[in-house]
Structures are given as C-alpha cells and as structure tokens.
C-alpha cells in the first residue's frame, strides 16, 4: 500500500453546481473548515454569495459563505492549484469540457475523487481511466464516491450511506473520516474503483427502464423482477470487464440501484416514466430541463459492450428505445418475455 499523506486530505474542492455538487458541499463542510468552489458563472457566484445557498439547486440548505472561496470556469487552472483533493461532480456531458482545460502539470499532483454517475461521452471511458491517460495520474491519486444517497435527503439531513472507492485503501479510510462521515452519512470504503464507476453508469440506465415500465403501467410485480435481473445483468457485465472479489449486495452496487429505480427523487426514473407515458426523448429531456445520466450512459455501454459481447437485454432495450426509436410497447414486452 501507497504511503499516505500526513497532509491528506488538504485543500479542498469541489467542481460543479448542480445539486449534488451542493450536497457534497454540505457533507464537506460538517467536517472541514474551508471549501473551494467552482461554478460555473460570477452570477451564480453573486447570487449564491447573495441569498447564502445555491440560487438554483437545494435552496433550502444555507451555507457560510465565509468558509468557501468560490472560482468561475475561467479559473479553473487556479481553481486546481488551490486545491490538495478535488472532488468532481459536473454531469459528466461537462467533464470533458473541464478537464481539456486544466493544465496537466496542474492536475497531476492531486487527488481527485470522482462523484459523477456516468462517463466520458466522447471517448467512452471511465472518469479514472481518463485522469489516467489524458492527465498522466497514477491509480493511487484517484478515486470514486458513490452509494444510496440522493442529493435532497442529504439537504433534509436524512440517513444515507456512501461508499469511498480508492486504489490506494489508506487514502479512501482517511476521506471516508475526515470527508465524507458525519452523523447523517455513513461512509464505508473500497478498492474497487473501476467497479463502483461501472455501477454508478449502469444503475441510471436500469432506473430509466424502471421509470418506463412505472410509466406504461406495469406494476409493483413487473418492477421487483425487472431490478433482480438488473442486478444479475449489472454483475455480470462488472464481473467481466473488471474481474475482482465483489459484493454486489453491497449498498453502493444494489442499494444505489434500488434508489436509483425507485426514488421519486431519480431524475434517470423520471425520465424514463415521461418515455412510458408517451414523450418523445427529446419532449422529454426539453421538460425536464436537467441531466439524466442514463440516457449518456446507455450509449457509452452499448458501445464499450460491442468489445465484450456481455449479454445484456435491459440495457439493449434501453439503448434501442432511447437511440434507435424503438417502440416502447413492443420493446418492454420482448425485454418481459426474456425474465423468470
């Protein structure tokens, strides 16, 4: 094991203003004593330095803005240099954008945790897979934050659970500690990074499936058999692409699945149900007016699929409905004839 830094976790960061950019922030500040913060624009920064909380996202959580010194896109060279750990929660059609612009001398030295729920669209990789070959990090100085813990529990201080994944486990049991724990979030950690980023992609795509059966009607029985075969689905692909000793009981594999699919909350579960009811993708993405990650998230696994030729009907028919125009009707039925 890696040395770890008496220093660890430093300065630290957060990139992104949605809202669960707003709830780690939260989490963050119950136990350190400064946050740096990128957003995206001065008005943001102006508005939130205003009214004492994001002006768009989980209004009801006021914070000390006393205690953050926030950055705009146009510094996030300085943004990073400010930083020791820096945790990353743009939606992930964003990152790229982000990440092409930081300097790879500045990043190279830091910690970066990984909180977004999907890939890099355009290259179809992992978040870590991309520090790893477009900014030269080692696997060491990387790592992933995930598990059943939507953004507005967070903001009501409800009980929620976390799970640190990092290659190197002395540094994800220091950030469980000294980031991520307090008396509302339980945090656990992990060296499996690679299989909690799969998971955290896959799990948006099922809930999307969810929320297109909830939308058609289907019923509590069809929902319990279609995540138990998720689950076989998402072990399976996980198992192959990324060989390792896992539970997939485990909360931040099938407890952040089961959340995903059935939360009110699930902007990936919404979406879906808008489709079941009868919107086009696009009528329904312009009415939501937010990200769900599963909708990118499908087509970088069909894609990484053609490679590994996992057997994988839900995510296929989410991909077809989604990218090729399928009939929803006839796509769920087929997709119902396949489950036990």
Known sequence: MAEVSSNLPG??????????????????????PHLNWLLRTTNHIKEFTRLKHNPNYLTSVTFDTSRITFFTDSDVNDFFRACDTVILATPSPYIRYYLKRVRTSVIRPKLIINAIKGMV??????????????????????????????????????MSYLTVGCFDLGKAKVLSEELFSNDYVHCAVSRDVVGIEYAAVLKNIYAIAAGICHGMNKGDNFQSVLISNAIAEMSHFVGTVHLLNRDVTESVYLGDLLVTAYSSYSRNRTFGNMIGKG????????????????????????????????????????????YEGAPVEASITKLAALFK
């Open 11 to 32: 300065r630290i960061g957060i990139l992104g203003g949605g809202s669960w950019a707003t709830a780690l922030a939260k989490i963050v500040l119950t136990r350190q």
């Open 121 to 158: 669209p355009e290259e179809n990789i992992l978040i870590s897979d991309y520090l790893q070959e477009y900014k030269e990090l080692r696997p060491g100085q990387i790592g992933v934050i995930a598990g059943p813990c939507h953004a507005e529990e967070i903001a009501k201080d409800r």
């Open 279 to 322: 919107y086009s993708v696009r009528a329904a993405q312009m009415e939501m007016n937010m990200v769900a990650e599963g909708y990118y998230g499908a087509k970088c696994i069909h894609e990484i699929n053609q490679r590994y030729q996992v057997t994988m009907p839900i995510c296929d028919t989410v991909y077809e409905i989604l």
